[in-house]
T-cell receptor, first 114, second 113 residues
């Protein structure tokens, strides 16, 4: 299957700082990428849909000014958590649509805000 | 009522057993169905991707879709301890940039020696 690489796999930051998470499709071009958030023992919650060259589409209740998404190329999308607070601590996962429309996921990033 | 229902488990089976994992859904517009395996603190890994009703087999895994009953299943034959993970069903209505996935809550599977 296709490979999606997400970096970093874990990060600890101080409250009030910003954190950037990268999502790369390594062996295919992805015009569409998705960002999810997952709480312990719960399923994935879609945060936003990222389209190359255009603004991201955010799900209801997700603050676009807090979770900045940039999809500047066909292989890279970034999620920046701005002015992070402890309640932003979570597992963030990206996915990219493959040629056959199946979704491939990154390894996830565990963010801890202290 | 959730769009996709999945028993969270945990489901515990002995090594070598046949495992049956299931999801039901209410949205008849769902056309594409996927099963993912997720190990703890890792991203989901795509196991099966199906479109039409019927069976699809890949090694020890068989995915079954019954659109008339709005019911999908994943069967794992000869289960191994390494199959211990959370299994997520996912589905979507269409292809292209509007094709958001709707997930089940996931079923935790434990395969014991």
């Amino acid at each position: 299957g296709a490979v999606v690489s997400q970096h970093p796999s874990w990060v600890i930051c101080k409250s009030g700082t910003s954190v950037k998470i990268e999502c790369r499709s390594l062996d295919f071009q992805a015009t569409t990428m998705f960002w999810y958030r997952q709480f312990p023992k719960q399923s994935l919650m879609l945060m936003a849909t990222s389209n190359e060259g255009s603004k991201a589409t955010y799900e209801q209740g997700v603050e676009k000014d807090k979770f900045l998404i940039n999809h500047a190329s066909l292989t890279l999308s970034t999620l920046t958590v701005t002015s992070a607070h402890p309640e932003d601590s979570s597992f963030y996962i990206c996915s990219a649509l493959g040629r056959g429309e199946e979704a491939f996921f990154g390894q996830g990033t565990r963010l801890t805000v202290v | 009522q959730k769009e996709v229902e999945q028993d969270p488990g945990p489901l515990s089976v002995p090594e070598g057993a046949i495992v049956s994992l299931n999801c039901t859904y209410s949205n008849s517009a769902f056309q594409y169905f996927m099963w993912y395996r997720q190990y703890s603190r890792k991203g989901p890994e795509l196991l099966m991707y199906t479109y039409s009703s019927g069976n699809k087999e890949d090694g020890r895994f068989t995915a079954q879709v019954d659109k008339s009953s709005k019911y999908i299943s994943l069967f794992i034959r000869d289960s191994q301890p390494s199959d211990s993970a959370t299994y997520l069903c996912a589905m979507k209505e269409s292809t292209g940039t509007a094709s958001k996935l709707t997930f089940g809550t996931g079923t935790r599977l434990q395969v014991t020696l």
